[in-house]
């Protein structure tokens, strides 16, 4: 069975998550002023505007995705970098999302796109403060990408060097959203960009633009279809099980692509068909 | 309180280092393949005449109604071929197609 990346350690976590919990109920008092006693005199009261959400994305760590991307440009020499933000929860809506980054003494506004994609503007105060990267909507609502596009592909088509630098990249920035803060800082802890994105066992999940039936390799004479666990995220994720995972309402967008298979080269074109395609018929 | 986190991050390092393991993907219910072609038409075929057919299979619904049907089928190579459907909200058949096995196939 495949595991995403972000819930395959889900089950098993669960006793250390309860741990945790009762680790963080150790100091619930700062989020609870009205259970405080007054401040005595002569002790500064400290007023917090913004408290960062630990699942919000790390400014740094997204500038340093964005570094990486640099770095490996030459798996997609003709491309270029945007993030996207892509839904989670059903019920979030996804249009006109306001994205800002934050830190204790600045706010920069980031412009969204109408698909959700943005590009991050490099600010040095933002990185000294160690900024967050805030969406007004609830941190478990959307997850996030890297997207790494070459122009001039064919429609419905992208390139399988571009899936390596968006693996890399996302990785790199912290881009995958996890149900809990402490998947997110155990999934850091333990994964770093190589290790994901250049191991079968990676798991590094890809999203379409619509519901997929299909996705085919081809690289000059070879095509290959991808297997059917492929697709769905492994195609084994029950329903307790799929709000561990950030393809929790794109499953059915949700594919794996062998970005670790140096035998198919970065040039590689990965074509999809959608389940709305009209059926081929003959000529 | 950095003796219990250290606790914790050893605890939860286990868990994940358990949690990666994998194994092979669950196959589909395998099937004769002419029986299969003889049977099933896209726009008509129905989840009961599978089920009478081929008998149950590995399935994944969505959230949209439709769900992904994983059959195999033995190949003369050697290996088995995928055949895969896609049925819709009202449980017709509505697309197929089947994925052969390659050289690059690893081994069952």
Redesign the interface.
Request: glycine share 8%; proline share 5%.
């Given at each position: 069975m495949r595991r995403p990346v972000s819930r395959r350690a889900a089950p098993a976590l669960l006793g250390a998550v309860l741990a945790w919990t009762a680790h963080a109920q150790t100091a619930p008092a700062a989020a609870n002023p009205s259970s405080q006693p007054a401040p005595a005199a002569g002790i500064q009261t400290v007023t917090v505007t913004y408290t960062r959400d630990p699942v919000d994305k790390s400014y740094r760590k997204m500038i340093r995705g964005m570094e990486r991307f640099q770095r490996e440009h030459a798996l997609a020499p003709q491309a270029t970098l945007r993030f996207r933000l892509l839904p989670r929860s059903p019920t979030v809506d996804m249009h006109g999302i306001l994205l800002r980054v934050i830190g204790d003494h600045i706010t920069v506004p980031v412009p969204v796109a109408p698909d959700n994609s943005f590009t991050l503007p490099r600010n040095e105060q933002a990185l000294q403060e160690d900024a967050a990267v805030v969406a007004n909507r609830k941190t478990t609502s959307m997850t996030w990408r890297a997207q790494v596009m070459t122009p001039g592909l064919p429609p419905g088509t992208r390139r399988l060097g571009d899936l390596r630098l968006e693996c890399l990249v996302g990785m790199e920035a912290g881009l995958v959203s996890n149900s809990s803060p402490l998947f997110g800082w155990i999934s850091n802890a333990l994964t770093s960009p190589e290790q994901v994105c250049n191991s079968a066992e990676g798991n590094f999940l890809f999203f379409t633009e619509r519901p997929v039936f299909a996705v085919t390799l081809r690289a000059g004479d070879r095509t290959e279809v991808l297997p059917f666990h492929f697709l769905y995220a492994g195609g084994d994720q029950t329903r307790d099980m799929l709000p561990f995972c950030d393809c929790q309402v794109l499953l059915d967008r949700t594919y794996y692509a062998p970005i670790w298979d140096r035998g198919w080269p970065d040039d590689t074109l990965v074509s999809f068909e959608f389940m709305d395609d009209a059926p081929e018929t003959a000529p | 309180?950095n003796a219990?986190?250290t606790?914790?991050?050893g605890?939860?390092?286990a868990?994940?280092?358990?949690?990666?393991a994998?194994?092979a993907?669950?196959p589909?219910t395998s099937v004769a393949e002419a029986r299969f072609d003889a049977l099933v038409v896209?726009?008509r075929t129905t989840r009961a005449e599978l089920l009478a057919a081929f008998g149950p299979t590995?399935t994944?619904v969505?959230?949209?109604g439709?769900a992904?049907w994983?059959y195999t089928a033995p190949a003369a190579g050697g290996g088995h071929a995928?055949l895969?459907l896609?049925l819709g909200r009202d449980g017709i058949v509505?697309?197929m197609?089947k994925?052969p096995p390659?050289p690059?196939?690893p081994a069952p």
């Open positions: - | 309180m219990r986190r606790v914790a991050v605890a939860l390092a868990a994940l280092l358990s949690g990666c994998t194994r993907p669950e589909g896209p726009g590995k994944v969505f959230d949209s439709m992904a994983l995928e895969v896609l509505k697309k197609r994925r390659y690059t196939d």
